[in-house]
T-cell receptor, first 114, second 115 residues
Framework: AQSVTQLDSQVPVFEEAPVELRCNYS??????LFWYVQYPNQGLQLLLK??????LVKGINGFEAEFNKSQTSFHLRKPSVHISDTAEYFC????????????FGTGTQLKVEL | DGGITQSPKYLFRKEGQNVTLSCEQN?????MYWYRQDPGQGLRLIYY???????QKGDIAEGYSVSREKKESFPLTVTSAQKNPTAFYLC??????????????FGEGSRLTVL
């Protein structure tokens, strides 16, 4: 079975600073990887996903993530954050052939401060 | 606009009562899912359905039941057997990609509080 670890439960950062949210996964088979964002009391919205090909994936709102197979990681980055990026971010994984049943990490709360 | 509608948004229930959460989608998706969200635990899969009249248990199905009589609808019943039902419940849908990799579209959630 696959699993996802998000090491940081909270990440405070000042506006216009860069940020990295960490995600590590464990799986014995090939995986697909996702980052979702959740604003307070709302559902989740897809930021980006890695299926195959280029290991650097670009998503919405200026976010990007890099798939590193040797490190089993899929860290999310943004070079300059905005107040509106304050939200909870979830990393998720599904294995190839597993349909769309996602296994989610525990989430990282990003708090952008002035 | 296409999307997923969950109702009610907030629900209070007394211990020992069953409650049903509604989920309706007009995205023409075949697959639908129910997740439970608790603080610090992320999202956990309760039930999912790949096609009408068929559904499978997820990781935490005990104390829950579902039905899938129509493509658009996937209601979740939280029964009195669920020992800790207070949580935020999220419904999602997707096109059926059995190889994986498809995007899940989420509703805005229903927050259930047991008094």
């Amino acid at each position: 079975a696959q699993s996802v670890t998000q090491l940081d439960s909270q990440v405070p950062v000042f506006e216009e600073a860069p940020v990295e949210l960490r995600c590590n996964y464990s799986s014995s088979v090939s995986v697909y990887l996702f980052w979702y964002v959740q604003y307070p009391n709302q559902g989740l919205q897809l930021l980006l996903k890695y299926l195959s090909g280029s290991t650097l994936v670009k998503g919405i709102n200026g976010f990007e993530a890099e798939f590193n197979k040797s490190q089993t990681s899929f860290h999310l980055r943004k070079p300059s954050v905005h107040i509106s990026d304050t939200a909870e971010y979830f990393c998720a994984v599904t294995f190839t052939g597993g349909g769309n049943k996602l296994t989610f990490g525990t989430g990282t709360q990003l708090k952008v401060e002035l | 606009d296409g999307g997923i509608t969950q109702s009610p948004k907030y629900l209070f229930r007394k211990e020992g009562q069953n409650v049903t959460l509604s989920c309706e989608q007009n995205l023409n998706h075949d697959a639908m899912y129910w997740y439970r969200q608790d603080p610090g635990q992320g999202l956990r899969l309760i039930y999912y359905s790949q096609i009408v009249n068929d559904f499978q248990k997820g990781d935490i199905a005990e104390g829950y039941s579902v039905s899938r009589e129509k493509k658009e609808s996937f209601p979740l019943t939280v029964t009195s057997a669920q020992k800790n039902p207070t949580a935020f419940y999220l419904c999602a849908s997707s096109t059926p990609q059995y190889g994986g990799g498809g995007e899940l579209f989420f509703g805005e959630g229903s927050r259930l509080t047991v008094l």
